[in-house]
């Protein structure tokens, strides 16, 4: 499968952005997917992740009630929608997807979960 994450942006703080990861080649039902995040100098972080029929999520402490990931596998689109926007926020974001449905936490935070990966798109909030 292929991912092609988009909706990236510059914003201004307490703003709000919506990403969004589109796969192509295989149907996406069949995948858990997460979102990470990478800064400048930083390592890549976990952000959300939604299990392949949507009915389970779980969120980074950082992102807890402010982000929300859900998905539309009829679209083939899993979104990452981002509410009140930190400037510690900014990062490359990139969604995962993994087909084992093993959507565990201890499991999902962990980027080797995840054998396909999007391009990444930038993030930018601005105090």
């Known amino acids: 499968v292929q991912l092609q994450a988009s909706g990236g942006g510059l914003v201004q703080a307490g703003g709000s952005l919506r990403l969004s990861c589109t796969a192509s080649?295989?149907?996406?039902?069949?995948?858990?997917v997460g979102w990470f995040r990478q800064a400048p100098g930083k390592e890549r972080e976990f952000v959300a992740a939604?299990?392949?029929?949507?009915?389970?999520?779980y969120y980074a402490d950082s992102v807890k009630g402010r982000f929300t990931i859900s998905r539309d596998n009829a679209k083939n689109t899993v979104y990452l929608q981002m509410n009140s926007l930190k400037p510690e926020d900014t990062a490359v974001y990139y969604c995962?997807?993994?087909?084992?449905?093993?959507?565990?936490?201890?499991?999902?935070?962990?980027?080797?979960?995840?054998?396909?990966w999007g391009q990444g798109t930038q993030v930018t909030v601005s105090s």
């Open positions: 939604i299990n392949w029929n949507g009915g389970r999520v």
């Open positions: 995962a997807a993994d087909p084992r449905r093993t959507f565990t936490p201890s499991l999902v935070v962990r980027s080797a979960q995840y054998g396909y």
């Open positions: 080649g295989r149907t996406f039902s069949g995948y858990d």
